[in-house]
């Protein structure tokens, strides 16, 4: 009776591996999550297919026509597979900041313009503690605090307490770190802490000329061949508009960056090209698409939005911001109530609340299209941190108003091009100072699963200038780093799976 059990044990161990054979599914292939029957777009490739993908240990494992078994089972009939979306410049790192980015479709969100400084209590506010991928660049901002006041920021200004609290001694007693001229010595110190921050993993120079409006060309002429010496990609905030008899004062501004760029080699990618440029929007985007077209590691971004927003205490705001952006008071906008602004309450709320951040309503709609449109500009929300009840809809809607609004309603661009702007030409320009992006912005086997599920039809931003907090609708899924942080459209409580993404080391 032994003899025959084992037989017919090893018949059915048999009959079970022919079937397995059969079908294409081995038991290796036990996967923890399966996505089944969507619509699997991958825009460094142009893969384009209905099919089925099988994560394991954090990794695209597979991606094919067969049938797939796994621990966890997605039906995304109907829905697009997309690798996760990657935003170079996110504010908002923080919990509140991060829920709404990842119901946006956000897995990597990078503060690339503001950045921080040190970086040390940067990644360790953050670490273990995020719900998507996140870095910075080492701030100019902040090494300029630290050399005119000895005060270092203390990690990211937009989302540190500790940070804000520095920013609004700055703004309140110190501003002449921001508005007074530095010397040679100066300089150099300041460049010496950002290639110690890159050294400790910031992933580029973040340069918010328009913000240090003391920093003459030289000293960022000078960091822009510091930045090419250890190839750092620059981020920049360009320089104020400030007016004069000739039109085009934004384009100048422009120039002066992609110069330096084009002198030292240095890689630049220019923040917000629509609000840089205003009405001389589309003249920016043509001298971009030409340096590219000649070589120069040049790109840019745009979010969809015809408002921006920043401090109400910022150098923004010093004398003369009616002139050089072409607004007044009524165009600034308090997130808090919704009230547009008086030149009483503007006083009175620059005084009090330096370091809140307010709307401001001064890019024009045919700019925010064509920035939008243009199929090699970015997508990047430049997402505020959310410390009031309020704040700006670019921090929640941004990804998927560009998906609902002109890729579906208006049809301003297809849907591989919006995807490919918000994914692998992101990733892009941090691979090679951070190799871990070469496994991000795609879906293909082998790269890391980080993967937005969304449903074209229905995906739509809901946030509003008057109601900012209010998440995006049509987003189904969303892994990071092969875990399941979105189910449903709603979050996935207690799994921080975002990992730090630091540059690689660089030499003495």
Not at 462 to 472: F, G, I, V
Not at 502 to 507: G, K, Y
């Amino acid at each position: 009776m032994t003899i025959i059990a084992r037989n017919i044990v090893s018949s059915a161990a048999l009959s079970a591996l022919l079937l397995l054979a059969g079908t294409g599914v081995a038991a290796a292939a036990d996967y923890d999550i399966v996505i089944s029957g969507g619509r699997v777009m991958d825009p460094e490739s142009g893969f384009d297919k209905v099919a089925n993908v099988g994560v394991k240990d954090g990794r695209v494992v597979t991606i094919s026509d067969t049938k797939l078994s796994g621990k966890v089972e997605l039906d995304a009939a109907g829905k697009v597979v997309a690798p996760g979306f990657i935003d170079l410049h996110a504010h908002g790192q923080h919990d509140v900041g991060q829920q709404y980015q990842v119901r946006d479709g956000v897995t990597t969100a990078i503060d690339a313009e503001g950045g921080a400084m040190p970086m040390a209590p940067y990644f360790k506010a953050l670490e273990g503690k995020s719900l998507i991928n996140f870095g910075a660049s080492a701030s100019q901002r902040c090494a300029r605090v630290q050399v005119f006041t000895g005060r270092p920021c203390g990690g990211n200004p937009a989302s540190n307490p500790e940070a804000s609290a520095t920013w609004k001694f700055v703004l309140s007693e110190r501003r002449d770190a921001m508005t007074s001229p530095a010397t040679e010595a100066q300089t150099q110190a300041e460049i010496g802490l950002m290639r110690q921050a890159v050294r400790d993993g910031a992933v580029g120079f973040a340069l918010g000329i328009e913000y240090t409006p003391g920093a003459g060309r030289a000293e960022i002429y000078d960091m822009f061949k510091a930045a090419a010496a250890i190839k750092a990609p620059v981020f920049v905030h360009v320089r104020q508009r400030q007016p004069d008899a000739a039109p085009g004062v934004p384009i100048a501004v422009a120039q002066e960056v992609i110069a330096d760029a084009a002198v030292t080699g240095a890689r630049l990618h220019i923040a917000h090209i629509h609000s840089t440029g205003l009405g001389d929007t589309p003249t920016l985007i043509d001298m971009v698409t030409k340096a590219q077209a000649r070589g120069l590691d040049i790109d840019t971004e745009a979010y969809p939005y015809t408002a921006g927003s920043t401090m109400l205490g910022s150098e923004f705001f010093g004398e003369g911001w009616q002139k050089r952006s072409n607004i007044s008071y009524k165009d600034v906008q308090w997130p808090e109530t919704g009230e547009r602004l008086t030149e009483e309450s503007f006083n009175a709320y620059r005084k009090q609340y330096p370091n809140r951040t307010v709307i401001v309503h001064m890019i024009p709609e045919a700019s925010v299209d064509a920035a939008i449109a243009n199929p090699n500009v970015l997508i990047a929300s430049d997402g505020q941190a959310w410390v009031t009840s309020g704040e700006h809809p670019r921090g929640a809607g941004t990804f998927s108003r560009v998906l609902g609004h002109y890729v579906r309603e208006r049809k301003a661009l297809d849907l591989m091009a919006a995807l490919r702007k918000m994914t692998i030409l992101p990733a892009r320009r941090l691979e090679e100072i951070a190799p871990v992006m070469k496994n991000k912005g795609r879906l293909r086997e082998g790269s890391d699963a980080d993967i937005t599920i969304f449903d074209p039809a229905r995906i739509i931003d809901r946030a509003t200038y008057e109601k900012p907090m209010q998440p995006s609708d049509g987003i189904s899924y969303v892994l990071v780093g092969g875990q399941l942080v979105v189910r449903d459209g709603k979050i996935v409580q207690g799994l921080f799976p975002g990992k730090p993404i630091r540059s690689q080391t660089l030499p003495d």
